[in-house]
């Protein structure tokens, strides 16, 4: 027994303290039974109160009793307060489905009574009352009842079968009182000075619920009144755009005639270099033409054009009537969309005649005409025209516009080949008539460039680019090939006669700003010939010196100053270096006089003297050099030799007009 209380901490205390057990075990039942005497002393004195709580706790399990037998019954009270709720509810919902079935049947009943009685008033208004805008409250109401009288469901009634027709007259005299209304109304169009717009915007709008009725109930009165609204409309815009047009194109001038062209037949060839025969550069300059291509160009006033007496050409007048036409379009395809709706082709057999004429009118012009700057603007003009319509999105004028852009491309082209053939045709000149000077075709086919150029925008790049480039390459044919060939002996006379034609064309076009491929064209031609005409000049002068250098540099740097001494050069030094010394300044007096008398352009004669005198001080400063090689030790004629920097000197006398 021991054993199982070794765990025990007082028991192993004990042990520890050496503790006899005998006596330990006596102490602790002594301690035990004096606890048990204080605890039932305890228990005595709290007799009373044990009593008091158990009667206490009998009391209130009596209460809790009654209170389970309570909840009891509430709770049976609310089942059937459940019960009674949902009855209430099942005949709410009874009740509000029953509500809902009266009130449709109620408004069905309601809408079919309104619908199946005529009031006597509203025979009335439609049978006597004036057409005037209260009129329309009157077929809005007759319009609901003819529907009505049309539904399937309606005709199943007996009331249908009293009213049927009754409705039926009422809408008979309706339409015609309508119809007739709306003819009236567009043969007050047809009045001369009549607004056509603000009368489509002020009365005919206001009554477009008439049409809509008519093409409901009445199609062959709607039928009636849109062929009256077509014939009318289309013999107003005719009138209207015939008159125009005929009265502008009365004032209208030709830029351009057939015989305009930039080059010359073989027989006019003499006239080439004629001052007095050569054509007028005008009807190939743009000037303020291009005007029309603005956002802000108005059309054009005949009366203005009578009292000022200003120049109109063709594109102002299409111009004009462009604009005229879009604005006119675009209103009508607004009021057609609005009354007669969109499904109608209203809009194209209002215009098919005017169309047509314009059409005919501008066929007309460009079967007789050989205006290429002309033909380009009308198709720029008709392209923004019809970019604008694009941007409105109005698209009745999409087969006209291409039309038109065909035909003015077409005839752009034609001209273009005109003026190619007149530079083909070109005869090659004898060498007696041709002048160095600029010539008159030269001028014009710049002006020409440049003014295709200013207008190549707007989409229309790739096809004058390329008409240019046929033109481009003929004129270079005529002018390099067939008259530059005439002069192939006379090389300087050929660069002379190159730099002043390629120099006054590339200031032509410099002047409109038109930089592109005949620009380029013309400057690589111009600077070429500087080259050719530098050397030219100055083999005249100084030809022996020039020779010395190239003849002798290069046997100098394979052979040296052995090989050099050997040749024939060498052995004329002495006499090229004594006649430089005696002719040195009359050679640049000459060369002086000959770019002044050869350049009519006085800042290109310039530039040209300039480099003549550059390259003649490079020739001399590579001619000394030679000579200092070949004698190392002095020349013995060094007292002729022109120092560089005395050659200087005497260029800066000319170089001051540089």
Same mark, same amino acid.
């Given at each position: ?128 009352a ?21 539904q ?5 009634? #007996? ?6 027709a ?56 709607a ?25 502008l ?130 198709v720029?003009?008709s ?33 273009v ?25 030269? #001028?014009?086919y ?16 790739? #096809?004058v680019?390329?008409?240019?480039s ?49 620009? #380029? ?74 770019v ?19 390259q ?43």
């Amino acid at each position: 027994d021991l054993r199982s209380f070794e765990q025990d901490e007082l028991v192993k205390k004990a042990l520890a303290d050496g503790v006899d057990l005998r006596q330990y075990a006596t102490q602790v039942d002594e301690e035990l039974r004096q606890v048990e005497r204080e605890s039932i002393m305890d228990y005595i004195e709290e007799a009373e109160e044990l009593a008091s709580l158990h009667t206490q706790i009998r009391q209130c399990d009596s209460i809790l009793d009654n209170m389970e037998t309570m909840l009891s019954g509430f709770q049976g009270d609310l089942a059937n307060i459940s019960a009674e709720i949902k009855h209430l509810q099942d005949e709410s919902i009874s009740m509000n489905i029953r509500l809902r079935n009266r009130r449709a049947v109620e408004g069905q009943l309601s809408e079919f009574i309104t619908q199946a009685v005529i009031p006597p008033q509203l025979v009335t208004n439609i049978c006597a009352a004036e057409v005037n805008e209260a009129y329309i409250e009157y077929v809005v109401e007759l319009n609901s009842k003819v529907r009505f009288a049309k539904q399937e469901k309606a005709q199943r009634t #007996r009331a249908y079968r009293e009213i049927h027709a009754s409705v039926d007259k009422l809408r008979t005299k309706a339409a015609q009182r309508m119809r007739d209304f709306l003819l009236q109304k567009i043969g007050a169009l047809k009045k001369r000075m009549t607004n056509v717009q603000i009368l489509q915007q002020a009365v005919l709008l206001k009554f477009k619920t008439f049409y809509a009725f008519l093409l409901e109930h009445a199609p062959d009165k709607a039928g009636e009144v849109l062929d009256a609204y077509n014939t009318t409309m289309s013999s107003i815009f005719h009138r209207l755009f015939k008159a125009h047009v005929g009265e502008l194109a009365r004032l209208a001038v030709d830029a351009a005639a057939k015989t305009d062209v930039v080059g010359e037949e073989a027989e006019s060839v003499a006239s080439l270099f004629a001052k007095s025969a050569a054509r007028g550069e005008a009807p190939f300059k743009l000037g303020d033409r291009a005007e029309v291509l603005d956002k802000s160009y108005t059309p054009i006033i005949p009366a203005i054009v009578y009292s000022t007496k200003q120049v109109v050409h063709f594109e102002a007048v299409w111009a004009s009537t462009m604009t005229m036409l879009v604005d006119t379009a675009c209103s009508e395809h607004a009021f057609c969309h609005d009354f007669f709706g969109p499904q109608h082709a209203v809009f194209e057999n209002v215009h098919g005649r005017t169309l047509n004429q314009l059409a005919s009118v501008l066929e007309d012009f460009l079967g007789t005409t050989y205006d290429t700057i002309g033909c380009l603007l009308l198709v720029r003009v008709s392209r923004r025209h019809q970019g604008v319509m694009g941007s409105r999105n109005v698209g009745g004028l999409k087969a006209f516009f291409e039309h038109v852009l065909k035909v003015c491309w077409e005839r752009f082209f034609a001209t273009v080949e005109h003026q190619h053939a007149s530079l083909v045709k070109t005869a090659q000149p004898p060498p007696a008539t041709l002048e160095v000077h600029p010539l008159p075709v030269v #001028r014009r086919y710049a002006e020409l460039a440049a003014s295709l150029q200013l207008l190549a925008a707007d989409g229309v790049e790739q #096809r004058v680019i390329s008409a240019m480039s046929t033109l481009r390459s003929a004129l270079h044919a005529m002018l390099v090939t067939r008259y530059g060939g005439v002069l192939r002996a006379q090389r300087k006379l050929q660069a002379v006669f190159l730099i002043n034609n390629a120099d006054a064309a590339a200031a032509i076009l410099r002047e409109h700003g038109a930089v592109a491929e005949d620009l #380029r064209m013309f400057e690589e031609l111009l600077e070429a010939n500087k080259a050719v005409f530098v050397e030219e000049v100055l083999d005249a002068q100084f030809g022996k010196v020039i020779r010395f250098v190239k003849q002798t540099e290069q046997p100098l740097a394979h052979g040296g100053v052995a090989a050099v001494r050997e040749t024939a050069e060498y052995k004329q030094l002495e006499a090229v270096v004594k006649e430089f010394h005696a002719s040195w300044k009359r050679g640049i007096e000459a060369i002086n006089v000959e770019v002044m008398k050869s350049f009519a352009n006085f800042k290109n004669g310039m530039e040209i003297l300039k480099q003549a005198l550059t390259q003649l001080l490079l020739y001399h400063t590579r001619f000394l050099e030679l000579v200092k090689k070949l004698f190392p030790e002095g020349a013995p004629f060094a007292k002729f030799v022109i120092s560089i920097s005395t050659i200087m000197n005497e260029i800066k006398l000319y170089s001051r007009n540089f």
